[in-house]
């Protein structure tokens, strides 16, 4: 069908809907009021369908014309939206991709900075736990948990992988505790909150007991809470319900702000990382290398 109907009718049909007028949706598109009144007739012809009542100079969407008004708005908004880099003068979008405990907890904060700083420059965020996403090389930038090696990546270190466990002060105060004076083994008895490993590398509570300089004698409890996500942890540490493992460089700024504090003394390092890519094979545009010397300087101020 779509074949027989002229695409200029849906924009037409598009104007129609939005002002309901059809002298005010041919003053935007430059053509007669009669022209409007031909493009909707026939396309309700093409249909088989009414789109408007007419009452006096009065108009109304009938149900038909309801629904397809709002197909043909979000189709035309996306296609709008696709067309946003092309435009002249508007200047390159930048993609970046992170994880989504990164997007969460470290890197929205920077890309609002960076917004203030150059509010000129658009920066769209692909937020996955996918690493073929994570890598593929249409992003720009992008922020991969690694050793620092990567074929198809130039990376620069953003921070190293450090983990301690980490809870919020109402919780420590309700049970009477000291945060630096808990030993792992009063860690391990405590109400732990966990996530699901879905890459071989990650570290949960069972592996960061296990590297620890003097492991509990104990035998571990099963987590009392357990999330799928990195991030349903963290805020649940924050809502004061257990103790986290906290990434410290994720979760600087909460530590920062006193809303989680670190608890007992030992920490992991487990040799991994959070990276900044840039790609190997093709240049930058200015408006990347601007957003990756943002986010290193950011980095490098923090630290």
């Not at 999330?227 to 986290?244: D, P």
């Amino acid at each position: 069908m779509l074949e027989k109907i002229p695409l200029e009718a849906f924009r037409v049909f598009d104007a129609a809907c939005r002002l309901m007028n059809f002298s005010r949706a041919g003053r935007e598109l430059n053509i007669t009021q009669a022209a409007v009144s031909r493009r909707i007739k026939g396309l309700e012809d093409h249909l088989g369908a009414t789109l408007f009542t007419r009452r006096g100079r009065n108009l109304a969407l009938t149900p038909d014309g309801e629904r397809l008004f709002q197909r043909v708005r979000a189709t035309l908004e996306y296609l709008e939206e696709s067309l946003e880099p092309f435009r002249s003068g508007g200047g390159q979008i930048i993609s970046i991709a992170a994880s989504g405990s990164v997007s969460h907890l470290w890197l929205g904060q920077h890309l609002k900075d960076f917004g203030k700083e150059s509010p000129n420059i658009s920066v769209r965020l692909l937020t996955t736990d996918a690493p073929t996403e994570l890598a593929s090389e249409a992003n720009d930038l992008v922020i991969l948990y690694a050793t620092g090696e990567h074929p198809r990546w130039n990376l620069t270190l953003l921070m190293k992988e450090v983990l301690m466990p980490v809870a919020s002060p109402d919780y420590l105060a309700r049970r009477g505790l000291i945060a630096e004076e808990l030993t792992v083994e009063d860690i391990a008895a405590l109400d732990l909150i966990d996530y699901e490993r879905f890459n071989a590398h990650w570290i949960s509570f069972r592996q960061w007991f296990g590297r620890v300089p003097r492991p509990p004698k104990i035998r571990l409890p099963r987590p009392r809470l357990s999330f799928s996500t990195y991030i349903m942890a963290v805020e649940a540490a924050l809502r004061g319900e257990g103790i986290a493992l906290g990434s410290l460089g994720l979760i600087e700024e909460q530590l920062r702000a006193g809303t989680l504090v670190t608890v007992g003394k030992d920490h992991v390092e487990t040799g991994f990382g959070y990276y900044l890519g840039t790609p190997r094979f093709r240049s930058l545009s200015p408006e990347a290398v601007q957003l990756h010397r943002h986010l290193l300087s950011n980095d490098r101020e923090e630290q």
